[in-house]
């Protein structure tokens, strides 16, 4: 039997036009909603089935031309070109408030032979405004099915799914850009040459500057002057400029409007949100809300499952039975997962303050506020996002780079984001930050909360200062700029925000779980066994602690951070926490739990009492500094260092990463614990 | 509040993204903020009121006539 064949269709259009809500609404398996340009930065897929008709929807990242200028408009314009065969049709989509400049890539499309289904978004928007939009018009003038929809109430989806499932997908009939008259001749010669079927496919070739080198021959026939204004980029301004003219035709016949506009909310809220003064304070006081919530509001729910967990380890304790087993579950991995899933309340509510400034069309404002103040830095406004959603995660940061037009500038963005704090570090923060840390109020703040609030600052500031010196280093290739829309303002989805924010909580967990499960029982095997100690054994079995495979290897490297002022068991720790920075805690309640049998003692408790054989406590405040301040700096995780090697392609660039982010957390480890000890 | 009447003579260096985001000539255009420091400013333009943002460098491709 033959595999039935899924239908394929591309959601096309500019940033910011609510191409993701009608994506999330379209389909049953859903993705991230957006209001800032880029924020769909890889092209996503869902599902749904419509009349027994299974339908497969691409979201491509949002662009505003076939020409591309960035990353993620070049993964467009690459999927809408190339993988023609493999689709039905595009359904594209327009802004009612920004016809003129959707109209632009709609056209090319259009010239491109490429069937389309046109929805127009969000009119109610445009009917506040007073402007009319005569479709049927619309619809005659451009040639082509148009379905009216407003996403975020799910009207008109129904309609889309309707049209797709009768292919109203219409392809032009006739090409609507007019070569101009200079350049006519070539390019009929070019057309023919290549085998295009029409002239404007001739035209983007050139335009694109890919194509000059392979059609010499057919350059040789031009006289000079010609081959001089057949200059790429010249070729695509007069494309655009001609373009535009042609859309004000046609609106001119659609739109009709009141003279009078009501004042829009985004007017209202930018005369603060972008104030020079007030505009800082805002964000600013933004941020402190967030971190606020993170650590207080967290307190409660963080309370019960640390509650739950010990109840779970005691009980396990009591109902296993007796043996190394029983400690390694109850005091090992029930621990060490817990102490992960302690920390989903303040990821969960870091990521869904994250979410609605994106929604909302927020961040958009950040770019424009950051972008003269990070400039000295060798950064671009741009850079603003992923150094702030950096302090979720890493790897979705390093990906929303992508739509930063200067190569210098996004490799800066990659190689500094992740020295902000991610959620991943804030568990290890957590544990030696309450080691070392006293009770106490500074201006009704807790000592602890402020030293957390400091770990934050230092890593943003440490991003920004490594960036200033890298930028000397890094040849720059082509122009920096900054021309962004500033979309307007949206109210967030809030409840679709929480399921999105929901399911990257439960992945956080169930990613952390499995390999602080495997890691705990590697590290079990490990202290289990050790070298044999009577001739006629192959290992000894249960032998104590010290007398381990793990403390032979942790002893091992003890040599190399001694200077940092770590015993053996904390290089464990940290080695597997290149694997991903929150398994150290994993690590040392498994750890901590083979050493003596006290399952009624927490582990931060045994970290507390631990001491060196000459007394002195293993977690002295030197040591805790200088550990904190590795996890601060040292590149420890795997996945990002994925995702950096995939966005830079050059394994030089990531080896770089990790030498100068290790070497860095290296040394100011091991001064500040020179220093303090 | 202003008038775009064309581009700089060294437009080929101008980013493609001014004139695609509809920075035409025969815009009429305003500059509603501009961050501190000389920063990136804040223009309204065309009849759809479309915003973008852009940095004085990128405002110096344009040539503009001021309107009252």
């Given amino acids: 039997m033959q595999a039935n064949k899924k239908k394929q269709i591309l959601l096309v259009g500019n940033p910011n036009v609510g191409k993701s809500t009608v994506f999330n609404t379209l389909c049953n398996k859903k993705q991230k909603t957006g209001n800032y340009a880029g924020v769909t930065v890889a092209s996503y897929s869902g599902n749904y089935t419509y009349k027994n008709e299974d339908v497969e929807v691409v979201d491509l990242p949002g662009s505003y031309s076939v020409y591309p200028s960035s990353e993620d408009e070049a993964i467009f314009s690459k999927y809408l070109i190339d993988e023609q065969k493999n689709y039905a049709g595009v359904v594209y989509i327009l802004e009612a408030l920004s016809l003129k400049r959707g109209l632009l890539l709609f056209q090319q499309i259009q010239d491109l032979g490429i069937p389309m289904i046109l929805i127009v978004n969000q009119i109610d928007q445009a009917e506040r405004r007073g402007i009319n939009i005569d479709i049927q018009q619309f619809s005659k003038a451009l040639g082509i099915t148009i379905i009216q929809t407003n996403a975020k109430e799910q009207i008109g989806i129904d309609e889309v799914r309707e049209a797709v499932y009768n292919n109203q997908f219409i392809k032009a009939d006739k090409v609507s850009f007019e070569t101009p008259n200079e350049h006519r001749d070539f390019i009929r010669k070019l057309a023919s040459h290549k085998g295009f079927d029409n002239e404007y496919k001739a035209w983007m070739s050139l335009s694109l500057g890919t194509d000059l080198g392979r059609i010499e021959s057919v350059m040789d026939k031009l006289n000079e002057a010609d081959s001089k204004s057949l200059v790429p980029k010249r070729l695509q301004v007069q494309e655009t400029v001609r373009r535009y003219q042609n859309v004000d035709k046609i609106l001119d016949n659609v739109i009709s409007k009141k003279p009078q506009f009501k004042e829009l909310l985004t007017e209202k809220l930018d005369k603060v949100l972008v104030h020079k003064f007030w505009g800082y304070v805002v964000f600013l006081a933004i941020l402190l809300v967030i971190f606020q919530s993170v650590f207080f509001l967290a307190e409660y729910p963080m309370t019960w499952i640390e509650e739950t967990f010990s109840w779970l380890a005691a009980f396990t304790g009591e109902h296993l039975p007796e043996g190394p087993v029983n400690s390694l579950i109850s005091n090992g991995i029930i621990p060490g997962i817990g102490g992960i899933v302690v920390f989903a309340p303040q990821i969960g509510i870091l990521l869904y303050f994250l979410y609605l400034l994106e929604d909302s069309g927020y961040m958009a404002r950040v770019v424009f506020l950051m972008d003269r103040l990070l400039r000295p830095f060798g950064l671009n406004g741009k850079s603003i996002v992923p150094l702030v959603s950096g302090t979720a995660c890493a790897i979705p940061a390093v990906i929303s780079t992508r739509n930063i037009e200067n190569v210098k500038e996004r490799l800066l963005t990659i190689l500094v984001t992740p020295f902000m704090t991610c959620s991943a570090r804030l568990p290890v923060y957590s544990i030696i930050i309450g080691l070392i840390i006293s009770e106490g109020t500074f201006l009704g703040i807790k000592y602890k909360a402020l030293v957390l609030m400091g770990m934050y600052l230092l890593g943003f500031l440490v991003a920004l200062f490594s960036a200033a010196i890298l930028k000397g280093f890094i040849k720059n290739k082509g122009k920096t700029y900054l021309v962004m829309d500033l979309p307007t303002y949206k109210k967030p989805l809030f409840g679709y925000d929480l399921k999105m924010v929901l399911g990257k909580v439960w992945d956080f967990i169930t990613g952390a779980g499995k390999i602080i499960f495997i890691v705990s029982i590697i590290i079990w095997f490990l202290s289990y066994f050790g070298p044999k100690q009577q001739p006629n054994e192959l290992v000894a079995t249960n032998v104590e602690l010290d007398h381990s495979y793990l403390a032979k290897m942790g002893k091992g490297i003890e040599p190399v951070i001694a200077p940092l002022g770590y015993d053996w068991k904390m290089g464990v720790g940290i080695l597997t926490s290149f694997v991903a920075r929150e398994v150290f805690v994993g690590t040392m309640s498994t750890l901590y739990s083979l050493e003596d049998d006290a399952p009624e003692v927490k582990v931060i408790d045994k970290m507390r009492r631990d001491v060196k054989p000459n007394g002195e406590k293993v977690f002295s405040f030197a040591t805790g500094v200088s550990v904190l301040l590795f996890y601060a700096f040292a590149m420890q995780c795997v996945s990002t260092l994925a995702v950096v090697y995939r966005e830079t392609k050059s394994w030089k660039w990531t080896g770089f990463q990790v030498a100068m982010m290790t070497g860095l957390a290296y040394f100011v480890s091991m001064i500040a614990y020179q220093i303090l000890k | ?68």
């Fill in chain 2, 1 to 68: 509040m202003g008038k775009i009447l064309g581009y700089d003579n060294d437009h080929l260096k101008m980013p493609n993204k001014i004139i695609e985001m509809g920075l035409l000539p025969e815009t009429i255009f305003r500059i509603l903020y501009q961050a501190p420091f000389n920063g990136p400013m804040y223009v309204e333009f065309g009849v759809e009121k479309s915003r973008i943002a852009l940095r004085e460098e990128e405002g110096d491709y344009i040539i503009v006539e001021e309107l009252n």
